[in-house]
């Protein structure tokens, strides 16, 4: 045993157990062990005392914001709730610790808490927790606090996100999966009949606004909504708005299908099969975006301006979702669960890592991501993925004595840019494995199906008691290990394994006794890999080479960019395509279109693509406007405020009652154009709030698309950059432009939608 281990507990008057033998071990990876009641990580270690008390040893890193939590004991009443019993004694501690922490989390007014640090009910985050656990132990709080996310209009509430929110991040939608499990556990009518018209308004709008041509919901990546943390610099929130995450569109395939399940049950046949039908399509065109021959998974989101490509990185949260909601097809999830890299500490945000970016989204563990990702482990089958998707879950509740929010995924600290103790996702990840997995307990519109996936490893008998449904109290004991049921009996009367125990036969107090086959687990195997950081982003630019000029070719016609250390080469994209390879900094432009770069390392990892830089054909349309001091009633700052930086005779200042903005366009020849604002809209921060300016654009009176126009900085009026781009078919001639607002242009805030126009820049696209 190490020397310094043994001072440092010494001196901390720390009476360590007993090192479990060898042949105890449950997991072990080239980061900690797992064996017996204790988890070893070098010379830390932690341990379950009692099945309401968990020490540790672990040491903090010097002056960071947040100390490390040395031992937990219960300090709550927990009778109300299942009671475990396992062989093992710290999983019985670390499931005691997560009902400990959830009543710390539901506050006075009986919503649920998002952390420690984090005051309030965020949609995303309860959610989240809501389809992990907390429908089935909080079923009034998980009411109550989905409803505090619904505005006046009867829809969802996207309460956080890049750039002013909705719709720029467009995850609201998990709110109606949620909404969805609270039925399942509780088989209330009445909720359903109040969230299904939530649901339904809420999918209309985002019908008209987010979703983009190829048919994929527009936005940023749910959960990861802090914009650097997992996108390249370059990228501004409008560019956000353009993009196509992965995750967003499984949920919001799972959300459709969710709202076709309410919609069956409330007899609305034609709807459900509507809503169903929508959620197949959905499905198929993420598989067509975004699945990766070569890697066997899909890649994290599409990104770009006029063209998109493929981010190939790995993000296990959509990757879960996508198995867990069958929104991929069981090939499809198999090859995920094998394919999917998995790091020694657990299955990373995403991988591989931005290594310029400090720990937050981007390098690190988050265990309610562990969690989900286990989950889909066990629905895969993959039984040594489900035994380090626990172990990734369990190592940091032991060692730091709660359910943190994040850890570091080099060395599974807790230094990161911003942690929380007692998080709410966390600890509802932490409760679900043992009741989604381990007891195999999975909701259904009429009743329970009761399908445990117990690893060999974890092989014992385990009991939890008083488990709630539906007014009945549930004894449910799991015997054995394996994935297949050989004997199942409630009240002592057999059952068909594999079939949903109707809910009308669960009344009062029931024995549920599962007996496992007790037979080995198919073999699957596991991507493990060390946490690999890409390469640096290359920033590029366009310049003149008068060797390289001619008829046709633009003006600006040599692509450079700035050499990145350590690269093996460079990959040249045109609007979005591949034209070659090189191991230069230059290359000849001399075709109009979007021009990128991406690095690529020696052992095959690719950096970001770099911003795109175009030399196509540019059009400029001035705004009729000759403002220069804002005076809209929306905004609350002083009155008359000089504004600069804009180009022409002044601006365009546009808010609710503003009349429509038209502007004549001269266009040159036939072709596809691409729309853009020059915008201003210091409404509010680039990270937080919900003042995002959206307006529709109109060609000839005919709606070609929204604009978005992001927040980009409290008061920062003089600070312009461009919306997203809008496509359009163009004839050769004149057109009217127009910038309106229309009903579905709302946004989340109500009463702020305004914006600066400067110009709009039109460019001839391929």
């Known amino acids: ?43 830390y270690k932690a341990w379950a005392e009692s099945p309401v008390e968990i020490r540790s040893t672990y040491h903090a890193r010097p002056h960071y914001f947040m100390p490390v939590e040395q031992s937990w004991h219960l300090k709550n009443d927990i009778s109300a709730y299942p009671r475990l019993h396992s ?54 709080a ?56 939530i649901a339904v308004r809420s999918l209309a709008k985002d019908a008209v606004t987010v979703m ?179 172990g990734s879950v369990y190592r940091p509740a032991a060692l730091f004595a709660t359910n943190k929010e994040n850890l570091n995924l080099d060395n599974g600290d807790i230094f990161t840019e911003l942690n929380s103790s007692n998080m709410l996702w966390s600890l509802s990840g932490n409760l679900a494995l043992t009741q989604q997995i381990l007891f195999g307990i999975h909701f259904e519109p009429n009743g329970l199906r009761i399908a445990p996936f117990v690893p060999k490893a974890l092989a014992g008998d385990r009991t939890l008691e008083n488990f709630p449904y539906r007014g009945a109290s549930l004894d449910i004991t799991v015997s054995g290990y394996g994935d297949n049921v050989a004997s199942l009996t409630l009240n ?28 080995p687990i198919r073999p699957m195997s596991l991507a493990r890999t060390p946490n690999v950081k890409a390469p640096l982003t290359p920033i590029t630019w366009l310049s003149h080479d008068p060797e390289l000029s001619g008829a046709g070719v633009p003006v600006e016609n040599r692509l450079q960019w700035n050499p990145i250390e350590y690269i093996a080469g460079y990959i040249v994209l045109r609007d979005g395509e591949e034209v070659g390879r090189t191991r230069q900094t230059t290359w000849a432009a001399v075709e109009p279109g979007e021009w990128q770069v991406i690095g690529i390392d020696g052992n095959g990892v690719q950096s970001f693509a770099s911003e795109p830089r175009s030399n196509r054909q540019r059009l400029i349309a001035e705004m009729p406007g000759e403002g220069t001091v804002l005076r809209s009633s929306e905004i609350s700052y002083r009155p008359e405020t000089p504004v600069e930086g804009f180009s022409g005779t002044g601006f365009v200042e546009v808010d609710h009652t503003s009349a429509p903005v038209n502007i004549a366009v001269d266009v040159p020849a036939d072709g596809i154009y691409t729309f853009a604002l020059r915008y201003a809209n210091g409404n509010g921060p680039v990270n937080t709030e919900n003042k995002a300016a959206i307006r529709t654009l109109a060609v000839d009176g005919s709606k070609a698309g929204t604009v978005v126009m992001p927040t980009r900085g409290v008061a920062n009026w003089n600070d312009w950059g461009l919306s997203n781009t809008v496509r359009v078919p163009l004839k050769a001639g004149r057109h009217t432009v ?20 400067d110009r709009l820049v039109i460019e001839r696209a391929k």
């Open 1 to 43: 045993m190490n020397k310094r281990f043994l001072l440092s507990a010494a001196v901390a008057g720390v009476m360590l157990p007993a090192v479990a033998s060898a042949d105890n071990v449950i997991v072990a990876t080239d980061a900690y062990r797992w064996v017996g009641d204790s988890i070893v990580q070098g010379e």
């Open 87 to 140: 062989t093992n004694r710290l999983h019985e501690a670390i499931y005691n610790m997560g009902l400990d922490e959830m009543i710390n989390a539901v506050e006075p007014d009986t919503t649920l808490r998002t952390g420690k640090e984090w005051a309030g009910v965020w949609t995303r985050d309860v959610s989240y927790s809501i389809i992990l656990s907390m429908a089935a132990l909080q079923p009034e």
């Open 142 to 197: 998980s009411m109550i606090s989905l409803m505090k996310k619904v505005n006046a209009e009867g829809q969802i509430i996207q309460d956080t996100g890049s750039g002013g929110a909705w719709p720029i991040s467009t995850d609201r939608m998990i709110w109606v999966v949620a909404a969805w499990e609270v039925y399942k556990v509780t088989g209330d009518m009445d909720w359903l009949r109040k969230v299904y018209p």
């Open 212 to 390: 983009s041509a190829d048919g994929l919901v527009k936005g940023e990546t749910s959960f990861i909504d802090w914009r650097e943390q997992s996108y390249p610099r370059w990228m501004q929130t409008a560019d956000i708005a353009q993009s196509e995450a992965m995750s967003t569109n499984v949920l919001y395939a799972a959300a459709l299908q969710a709202t076709s399940d309410m919609a069956a049950l409330l007899g609305h046949k034609k709807e459900a099969a509507e809503y169903a039908a929508e959620a197949k399509r959905l499905g198929e065109a993420i598989d067509h975006a975004f699945h990766i021959d070569d890697k066997g998974y899909w890649g994290m989101y599409r990104y770009g301006r006029d063209s998109m490509l493929l981010n190939p990185r790995a993000e296990s949260l959509g990757l879960a979702l996508a198995v867990l909601y069958d929104v991929a097809s069981p090939e499809r999830q198999r090859s995920i669960s094998e394919n999917a890299p998995v790091t020694p500490y657990g299955p990373p945000v995403f991988w591989p890592q931005i290594s310029d970016m400090p720990n937050y989204h981007n390098n690190a563990l988050w265990p309610f991501v562990a969690s989900y990702w286990t989950l889909a482990q066990a629905k895969a089958g993959n039984e040594q993925g489900v035994l380090e998707g626990i």
């Open 492 to 519: 002592g009367k057999k059952l068909k394994p594999g079939e949903v125990i109707p809910a009308s036969q669960l009344k009062g107090h029931c024995e549920i006794k599962v007996v496992m086959d007790n037979e």
């Open 738 to 757: 127009t910038v309106e607002y229309r009903p579905e242009d709302e946004n989340m805030n109500l009463s702020t939608n305004h914006a600066l126009l």
